[in-house]
């Protein structure tokens, strides 16, 4: 069975725009085991958002678009005072593993894109609380078809100690790997560490890169 290692940040265009290709090369390889580290992009970022940065933004994610076809928009970057910290939204990431340790990691992964739609297509403000809290329970509560979670209970556990410190933990597990760009997609084999995606991959070149590791 393969074991999949998916480094990335919700706030991070390219991850998103990545996510299609990953969902169709899991649905490739049906007993693939993922797990999904989050990368930390811009995380305790305390700067309010310039017009200049804005703008080069925008920029970044028109590339995005161009080469994914994924749809943005960009009121949830618009809002006053808004600060680009990316630290909530793989602090949600976290939450989600522990308060619904049951899930998968393809179900992980649906609510980690979740939270990318909320931010690039719906043009939500995803650094602020109560909508990563409304975005994970209405998620979670989908993939297992009962409402099974609520709001209070995620805003629980996203605000402890415990939670912030996992997330800190990610980030420097991806330090220690090297990892400093993002998407990475990992494999496991002969008990090491392959990388297969270094950033946007197609899933044609996932293919061929998986195919050398495991035939060596």
């Known amino acids: ?51 200049a940065q804005r ?5 970044h994610w028109q590339h995005v678009a161009e080469a994914s076809g994924l749809p ?33 990691g393809q179900q992980l992964l649906q609510v980690f894109h979740a939270i990318q739609d ?9 650094t602020q609380t109560s909508v990563l809290a409304g975005v994970v329970a209405n998620t979670l509560n989908h993939i297992d078809g009962h409402d099974s979670f609520d709001q209070e209970s995620f805003i629980e556990t996203f605000m402890s100690p415990q ?13 220690r790997w090297g990892i400093r760009g993002f998407p990475g997609l990992l494999i496991v084999h002969n008990e090491a560490l392959h990388m297969i995606a270094a950033g946007y991959t197609k899933v044609t070149e996932l293919r061929a890169a998986i195919h050398h590791v495991l035939s060596n």
């Open 72 to 104: 943005f928009s960009d009121v949830g970057m618009t809002q006053p005072g808004f600060i680009y910290d990316t630290e909530p939204a793989c602090r949600a990431v976290v939450a989600t593993k522990i308060i619904a340790d049951h899930l998968s």
């Open 163 to 175: 939670c912030m410190a996992d997330t800190r933990a990610e980030f420097e597990q991806c330090q």
């Open 118 to 126: 909320a931010f690039y297509a719906k043009g939500q403000d995803i």
């Open 55 to 59: 703008t080069m933004i925008r920029g």
């Open 1 to 51: 069975m393969s074991h999949f290692i998916y480094i990335a940040d919700p706030m991070c265009s390219w991850c998103y725009g990545f996510g299609p290709k990953l969902t169709m090369l899991l649905s490739d390889i049906p007993d693939a085991s993922l797990e999904v580290v989050v990368g930390g992009l811009r995380a305790y970022n305390q700067q309010i958002m310039e017009d």
